[in-house]
């Protein structure tokens, strides 16, 4: 007598997946693990779509698309790899940099004495950069009027013509 194994598919595990947007990675990933024998599967006739929503480069709609399902063991060792491949695919949160607005300060979220400090540099920089130029061009002597209305070309004089 064969003992009963408690066999799944490949369209259950899709749905249980954290990230719904990285099932096409998923489904690739595990077409690679049945490849390498990692764990064993078979194809089934029928077809199911990716919850994935796809798009195309420089268009607005999306569409979806529709994978062979598969039927396989779900052992112990499958649960592994899966809780694994799961973790892969789900992004960790990147905190990004939180914008300076009035609210965010009122909240605690930034700190106000250090964007005090950024702005204080930023300002004395910019004083210095317009000191430094200022200085740069007192040494310079100043241009002489006369100089350059000198060094224009004479003005062509026209011979009035008579009519005759």
């Given at each position: 007598?064969?003992?009963?194994?408690?066999?799944?598919?490949?369209?259950?595990?899709?749905?249980?997946?954290?990230?719904?947007?990285?099932?096409?990675?998923?489904?690739?990933?595990?077409?690679?693990?049945?490849?390498?024998?990692?764990?064993?599967a078979a194809d089934l006739p029928q077809r199911f779509t990716l919850p994935k929503?796809?798009?195309?480069?420089?268009?607005?709609?999306?569409?979806?698309?529709?994978?062979?399902?598969?039927?396989?063991?779900?052992?112990?060792?499958?649960?592994?790899?899966?809780?694994?491949?799961?973790?892969?695919?789900?992004?960790?949160?990147?905190?990004?940099?939180?914008?300076?607005?009035?609210?965010?300060?009122?909240?605690?979220?930034?700190?106000?004495?250090?964007?005090?400090?950024?702005?204080?540099?930023?300002?004395?920089?910019?004083?210095?950069?317009?000191?430094?130029?200022?200085?740069?061009?007192?040494?310079?002597?100043?241009?002489?009027?006369?100089?350059a209305l000198a060094k224009k070309a004479p003005a062509k004089k026209t011979v009035?013509?008579?009519?005759?």
């Amino acid at each position: 007598m064969l003992p009963i194994m408690a066999y799944t598919t490949l369209s259950e595990q899709v749905r249980k997946l954290a990230n719904a947007q990285r099932s096409d990675a998923f489904v690739k990933e595990f077409r690679a693990a049945v490849r390498d024998g990692t764990f064993d599967a078979a194809d089934l006739p029928q077809r199911f779509t990716l919850p994935k929503a796809f798009t195309r480069r420089g268009q607005d709609d999306t569409y979806s698309r529709d994978v062979r399902d598969m039927v396989f063991e779900a052992t112990p060792a499958f649960d592994e790899w899966f809780a694994d491949m799961n973790t892969q695919l789900t992004p960790a949160r990147r905190g990004g940099t939180i914008k300076p607005t009035y609210e965010n300060i009122e909240a605690g979220l930034v700190d106000f004495k250090a964007l005090a400090a950024s702005t204080r540099e930023k300002m004395q920089a910019s004083y210095t950069k317009g000191q430094t130029l200022g200085n740069s061009r007192k040494g310079a002597a100043p241009a002489k009027r006369g100089a350059a209305l000198a060094k224009k070309a004479p003005a062509k004089k026209t011979v009035a013509r008579k009519k005759a």
